[in-house]
T-cell receptor, first 112, second 116 residues
Framework: DAKTTQPNSMESNEEEPVHLPCNHSTISGTDYIHWYRQLPSQGPEYVIHGLTSNVNNRMASLAIAEDRKSSTLILHRATLRDAAVYYCILRDKGTSGSRLTFGEGTQLTVNP | NAGVTQTPKFQVLKTGQSMTLQCAQD?????MYWYRQDPGMGLRLIYYSASEGTTDKGEVPNGYNVSRLNKREFSLRLESAAPSQTSVYFCASREPLGTANNYGYTFGSGTRLTVV
């Protein structure tokens, strides 16, 4: 399975933009890039996903490098509620369906 | 509220005891998954079910069995619990392939299991 590499931790100030990087140099042509986040004591929640083009939704933006070997999750204005572990995941299409393989993610701290 | 419901939320077992973790979703999703998360680590896939009637092993299936009872329910069984199975267990489900552009997974709130 293709793997991702993320920094263990990052810090940001409230109401400032946050750029969370992810490297995936062994990504295959059909791998989607997914981002999930996990708030304390909760299950992960879907944030955004993309294949080749940049994507925007109400939660965040996803910028994908032209060679697809890296991507960046962008939170435009961080809030205290955005403090969480953020996971960058390549969707693996198994023989009977798609599976998500989680790494250790990036712990985002948001300072007031 | 629509979503993934897990029961129980907390459980303490003695070594060798058995138990079944229950998971149900009401979103008409085909695929369901069981993950475990050890302290300070990411989630690891135990078993998954791509559709009703099928199950497949994930990364760490040893010591577990699963049953896809129907489209809504996917249970995880520990036949003889061991301290190494102390973890938080998450169930998840996903929309069928080809439905709109959302390939997002919905996770339950977890079952915190301690084996002593």
């Amino acid at each position: 399975d293709a793997k991702t590499t993320q920094p263990n931790s990052m810090e940001s100030n409230e109401e400032e933009p946050v750029h969370l990087p992810c490297n995936h140099s062994t990504i295959s042509g059909t791998d989607y890039i997914h981002w999930y986040r996990q708030l304390p004591s909760q299950g992960p929640e879907y944030v955004i996903h993309g294949l080749t083009s940049n994507v925007n939704n109400r939660m965040a933006s996803l910028a994908i490098a032209e060679d697809r070997k890296s991507s960046t999750l962008i939170l435009h204005r961080a809030t205290l509620r955005d403090a969480a572990v953020y996971y960058c995941i390549l969707r693996d299409k198994g023989t009977s369906g798609s599976r998500l393989t989680f790494g250790e993610g990036t712990q985002l701290t948001v300072n007031p | 509220n629509a979503g993934v419901t897990q029961t129980p939320k907390f459980q303490v077992l003695k070594t060798g005891q058995s138990m079944t973790l229950q998971c149900a979703q009401d979103m008409n999703h085909n695929s369901m998954y069981w993950y475990r998360q050890d302290p300070g680590m990411g989630l690891r896939l135990i078993y998954y079910s791509a559709s009703e009637g099928t199950t497949d092993k994930g990364e760490v299936p040893n010591g577990y069995n699963v049953s896809r009872l129907n489209k809504r329910e996917f249970s995880l069984r520990l036949e003889s619990a061991a301290p190494s199975q102390t973890s938080v267990y998450f169930c998840a489900s996903r929309e069928p392939l080809g439905t709109a552009n959302n390939y997002g997974y919905t996770f339950g709130s977890g079952t915190r299991l301690t084996v002593v």
